[in-house]
């Protein structure tokens, strides 16, 4: 089995895992083994300098598969080096403590807690949010990520890491030393155990109805692009015509609350007030509340926005005026601060957010703590991550048992309960009115996760906080030792 032990080998079983896990053109399995060609390279010593190119080729690859207008390839060559560089120190900080520690360390173990911390920070600190966490490669299995419910979605990546770290210990320990350590086999079957235990959780999970009232909800999607609407007045003009025609068709069809994908309308700064009166006066003469998204051209002939959205009640009055918060880099809108919160209705508490904000685990767990029961998502995508983006927002709806609903320009609209099913979607690349309307779960109910937060990341920081205590015990007795020994 030498061929496994050649770097050049390793590094392209690697690069083919990296460039189809996650994003367009995932294929789940290969989340599961992910690691395990890097992890065996650094442990047979190969070198880190033909590592961190290779890991930075790899990511900047594996992210041009959602390069399409108006993402930029800069983007992708930015969150490549950016990728590239984490993975490699996360790999040589393992091999650091596998080699030194291993008597007080689980190189396994801390593998996967490392990792695991590393996805947490990014969700709630990070521009990019929630986008790094291997859990999305699985979301297409929705028996399995109805786990996330009891732990977020940062303890299922924990178990792919551990199953990851797993399997090449016993696979490295075979290929080099001809015996299998018994720890490295308990490690292997507990980690299958745990999974296969999520299995059935997921399936009984699944068998029960969601308890609570529903109502009737609706999605409205443009088929007109900004550019277009910007630089053309007659289609702008359209456009708006369209948009109020397809609310009002969504009230007949049964809506309660009928919601806009992001940026639908574009409205001039000095026509903005009359363009709410008439907001108003549909939702009043149609019994529903709207959630109005749109775009306001603040300067004449100058591509630069305001992005809101302005959340009408059916008595025509504003029940929140909120602007988009997390902004995609480059895009060409103002940042203005919008209190995160849930609202309550005469259906129950309802909240919203436009589209990158929800990828925030800052924004979510707000809205999970004010009892939000459905969020409603006004959103534009485009082509290269359709339907991703869409499946990523149904997770955080099974994290804190909510339901969806995202209204999405470019991509896949949908109208989601809160273990994920979709009750109905609509894709916007294909032919049809951009109306969508289906009956949801308004009721919010707990989670573990809701009721204990991120628990999963903080068993992993007491195991560092213990693991460290143990190192530094060690360090510093060796030390003394040392000195009275004479050295």
């Known amino acids: 089995m030498s061929y496994l032990s050649n770097r050049w080998i390793l590094l392209s079983l690697g690069g083919l895992f990296v460039c189809f896990t996650g994003m367009k053109w995932n294929v789940p399995i290969f989340a599961w083994i992910l690691f395990i060609p890097f992890l065996r390279y650094v442990r047979l010593g190969h070198p880190f300098k033909i590592l961190l190119p290779s890991l930075i080729l790899f990511q900047i690859i594996s992210t041009l598969r959602i390069v399409s207008e108006p993402f930029h390839l800069w983007i992708a060559i930015f969150s490549g080096i950016q990728a590239g560089i984490l993975f490699t120190f996360i790999l040589w900080l393992w091999n650091f403590v596998r080699i030194r520690y291993q008597k007080f360390v689980s190189p396994i173990l801390f593998f996967s807690f490392l990792c695991c911390i590393f996805e947490w920070f990014g969700g709630y600190f990070s521009d990019l949010?929630?986008?790094?966490?291997?859990?999305?490669?699985?979301?297409?299995?929705?028996?399995?990520?109805?786990?996330?419910?009891?732990?977020?979605?940062?303890?299922?990546?924990?178990?792919?890491y551990l199953i990851n770290v797993s399997l090449e210990q016993v696979l490295s320990e075979t290929f080099d030393e001809a015996k299998v350590q018994r720890q490295s086999i308990f490690y292997v079957m507990v980690s299958f155990l745990f999974v296969l235990l999520l299995y059935f959780y997921g399936t009984f999970r699944l068998s029960r109805p969601i308890p609570g009232e529903q109502i009737k909800v609706a999605t409205i999607t443009t088929k007109y692009a900004i550019g277009s609407i910007f630089s053309d007045a007659n289609t702008n003009t359209k456009n708006t015509q369209v948009t109020l025609y397809q609310t009002t068709q969504a009230a007949k069809e049964g809506a309660k609350v009928v919601v806009w994908n992001e940026g639908a309308v574009l409205v001039k700064k000095e026509e903005e007030p009359a363009f709410l009166d008439l907001i108003s006066k549909i939702a009043k003469e149609n019994n529903i509340e709207i959630i109005a998204a749109y775009i306001v051209q603040l300067k004449e002939s100058e591509f630069f926005f305001d992005n809101k959205l302005v959340w009408i009640a059916l008595d025509g009055t504003i029940r929140q005026t909120y602007f988009k918060q997390f902004l995609v880099p480059g895009e060409p809108v103002s940042k203005y601060q919008s209190e995160i919160k849930a609202i309550q209705t005469q259906y129950g508490k309802m909240s919203v957010a436009i589209c990158y904000d929800y990828d925030s685990l800052r924004v979510t767990e707000i809205h999970s703590k004010e009892g939000s029961g459905i969020t409603f998502i006004p959103a534009s995508d485009w082509l290269g991550i359709n339907p991703f983006h869409t499946e990523m927002a149904v997770l955080r709806g099974i994290e804190n048992g909510s339901s969806i609903v995202r209204s999405t320009r470019d991509g896949?609209?949908?109208?989601?309960?809160?273990?994920?099913?979709?009750?109905?979607?609509?894709?916007?690349?294909?032919?049809?009115?951009?109306?969508?309307?289906?009956?949801?779960?308004?009721?919010?109910?707990?989670?573990?996760?809701?009721?204990?937060?991120?628990?999963?990341?903080?068993?992993?920081?007491?195991?560092?906080?213990?693991?460290?205590?143990?190192?530094?015990?060690?360090?510093?007795?060796?030390?003394?030792?040392?000195?009275?020994?004479?050295?």
């Open 129 to 160: 949010g929630v986008w790094g966490m291997l859990a999305n490669s699985q979301l297409g299995n929705l028996i399995l990520l109805q786990s996330v419910s009891l732990f977020g979605a940062t303890g299922l990546s924990f178990f792919i």
């Open 412 to 487: 896949l609209s949908g109208i989601f309960d809160a273990y994920g099913r979709a009750k109905g979607t609509l894709d916007s690349f294909e032919s049809n009115d951009g109306v969508l309307v289906s009956s949801v779960p308004i009721t919010k109910f707990d989670t573990l996760y809701t009721q204990y937060g991120n628990w999963f990341v903080g068993i992993a920081f007491l195991y560092f906080s213990f693991t460290m205590v143990r190192i530094f015990y060690f360090v510093i007795k060796n030390s003394i030792k040392k000195k009275n020994l004479g050295f």
